[in-house]
T-cell receptor, first 116, second 113 residues
Framework: GAVVSQHPSWVICKSGTSVKIECRSLDFQATTMFWYRQFPKQSLMLMATSNEGSKATYEQGVEKDKFLINHASLTLSTLTVTSAHPEDSSFYIC????????????FGQGTRLTVV | AQSVTQLDSQVPVFEEAPVELRCNYSSSVSVYLFWYVQYPNQGLQLLLKYLSGSTLVESINGFEAEFNKSQTSFHLRKPSVHISDTAEYFCAVSQLRDGKVTFGTGTKLQVIP
């Protein structure tokens, strides 16, 4: 199967700082990437969908100015949590989907963000 | 719109006993179906998936799931569980068209020695 690499796997940052998470498709071109968030003891919820070269589409309730998503190339998407606060502490995971209309998405291993 | 229902939030089972984790889905269009496993403090691992073809799919560690279109179900089963199977299991669906994945709320499998 296709490989999606997410970096870092965990990060601790101070409140008020920004954190960037990278999601890379290693062996295929990802025309679409998805970002999910999992709060403790909860399921994963879709935050946003990004298509290469286009602005991301955010799900209802997700602040686009706080969670900046860039999908500048067919193999890399980044999620930047700006001015992070303790309530942003969560598990963030990306998935990537290749070209074509009948392809599944492949998940990265996730990033655990802790804001102190 | 699509949705996934995992009725059981926790399932305790004795080691070497069989287990079934239930999953029902709702979608107006054709979907892919997945089971993911998440071990404590780790990421998601794909356990098995149904894309098309045979409705019974198997994983390398003894789990299997059967796609039942009439009952809109994709229950996960294992005939004999091991301590190492203790984890949280997520059922998920994805529409063929857009690739968005909708997850169920998860079932924690607790294998008791």
């Amino acid at each position: 199967g296709a490989v999606v690499s997410q970096h870092p796997s965990w990060v601790i940052c101070k409140s008020g700082t920004s954190v960037k998470i990278e999601c890379r498709s290693l062996d295929f071109q990802a025309t679409t990437m998805f970002w999910y968030r999992q709060f403790p003891k909860q399921s994963l919820m879709l935050m946003a969908t990004s298509n290469e070269g286009s602005k991301a589409t955010y799900e209802q309730g997700v602040e686009k100015d706080k969670f900046l998503i860039n999908h500048a190339s067919l193999t890399l998407s980044t999620l930047t949590v700006t001015s992070a606060h303790p309530e942003d502490s969560s598990f963030y995971i990306c998935s990537a989907r290749g070209q074509g209309t009948l392809t599944e998405a492949f998940f990265g291993q996730g990033t655990r963000l802790t804001v102190v | 719109a699509q949705s996934v229902t995992q009725l059981d939030s926790q399932v305790p089972v004795f080691e070497e006993a069989p287990v079934e984790l239930r999953c029902n889905y709702s979608s107006s269009v054709s979907v892919y179906l997945f089971w993911y496993v998440q071990y404590p403090n780790q990421g998601l691992q794909l356990l098995l998936k149904y894309l098309s073809g045979s409705t019974l799919v198997e994983s390398i560690n003894g789990f299997e799931a059967e796609f039942n279109k009439s009952q809109t179900s994709f229950h996960l089963r294992k005939p004999s569980v091991h301590i190492s199977d203790t984890a949280e299991y997520f059922c998920a669906v994805s529409q063929l068209r857009d690739g968005k994945v909708t997850f169920g709320t998860g079932t924690k499998l607790q294998v008791i020695p």
